[in-house]
């Protein structure tokens, strides 16, 4: 109700309800019941709009809604503020739009396309929540996968730890490797920590500790990483031994 996050039937659970409230939005963790079901009401009324956007979409209209999308995709993948969207591709587009298809038209057809700075990143983050669906709902179909870890820091200096994931991917029948998600460390890089962190979010997304076959860490990272691996690896032993995940 406050992330827009979406969970599939099987993890519903209560238990994993409360944990990723408390986890996610301890600010709220204490409310009561009518705030709850006010964000509900709100969340709703939204969704009930976006569907209602959606399919009262006309034809005319789809390829401009598309083109946002794919717009925001490409900025996505080259790193680029969403900004420039309106600030640089749309200019450009109308360049091309009059010079080559067809003049005012063609220009005016390109000004309907909605590209603000707003508009982008919420196609941005409708675009990751799906990539990273599909990416979880690959790895639930693989047989077994690796993961890959790494540390970063941000603008303010803060360690943020990097997951990877390799597996074999049934739809393109070869070895893929995927980005699988980021989250922030702070000062506590132990090995326990870290892995309180991976089974959080295995426990979120309902992946099996038992499909995962190998933890390793990146090349030239700046801390000695063997250690957490072996740490890591124990406590993944000790969940697989206490309780089927």
């Known amino acids: 109700?406050?992330?827009?996050?979406?969970?599939?039937?099987?993890?519903?659970?209560?238990?994993?309800?409360?944990?990723?409230?408390?986890?996610?939005?301890?600010?709220?963790?204490?409310?009561?019941?009518?705030?709850?079901?006010?964000?509900?009401?709100?969340?709703?009324?939204?969704?009930?709009?976006?569907?209602?956007?959606?399919?009262?979409?006309?034809?005319?209209?789809?390829?401009?809604?598309?083109?946002?999308?794919?717009?925001?995709?490409?900025?996505?993948?080259?790193?680029?503020?969403?900004?420039?969207?309106?600030?640089?591709?749309?200019?450009?587009?109308?360049?091309?739009?009059?010079?080559?298809?067809?003049?005012?038209?063609?220009?005016?057809?390109?000004?309907?396309?909605?590209?603000?700075?707003?508009?982008?990143?919420?196609?941005?983050?409708?675009?990751?929540?799906d990539i990273k669906q599909q990416l979880i709902a690959k790895l639930e179909e693989a047989p077994c996968f690796a993961l890959q870890l790494d540390e970063t820091t941000d603008i303010k200096n803060d360690a943020q730890l990097i997951v990877y994931c390799r597996f074999p991917d049934k739809s393109v029948k070869k070895i893929v490797e995927h980005f699988l998600f980021c989250l922030p460390v702070g000062v506590q890089t132990t090995g326990e920590f870290i892995f309180s962190k991976l089974d959080e979010f295995f426990q979120n997304e309902n992946l099996s500790w038992q499909n995962c076959v190998a933890v390793?860490?990146?090349?030239?990272?700046?801390?000695?990483?063997?250690?957490?691996?072996?740490e890591i690896w124990r406590w993944m032993l000790g969940v697989n031994k206490t309780k089927k995940v």
């Open 216 to 230: 390793t860490t990146g090349q030239g990272t700046r801390v000695n990483h063997g250690t957490r691996v072996n």
């Open 1 to 129: 109700m406050f992330c827009s996050a979406t969970y599939r039937n099987n993890s519903l659970a209560p238990s994993k309800l409360r944990n990723h409230l408390q986890n996610k939005h301890a600010i709220h963790q204490n409310k009561s019941v009518q705030f709850f079901k006010n964000q509900h009401d709100y969340l709703y009324k939204q969704q009930s709009a976006l569907k209602s956007l959606v399919r009262n979409t006309s034809a005319n209209t789809k390829p401009l809604l598309f083109s946002s999308f794919q717009i925001a995709h490409v900025l996505m993948q080259q790193k680029k503020p969403y900004s420039e969207a309106e600030s640089v591709i749309k200019p450009c587009l109308k360049i091309v739009a009059n010079l080559c298809h067809g003049g005012k038209r063609a220009v005016d057809k390109v000004e309907q396309i909605p590209l603000s700075n707003d508009t982008m990143t919420v196609r941005g983050s409708m675009i990751a929540e």
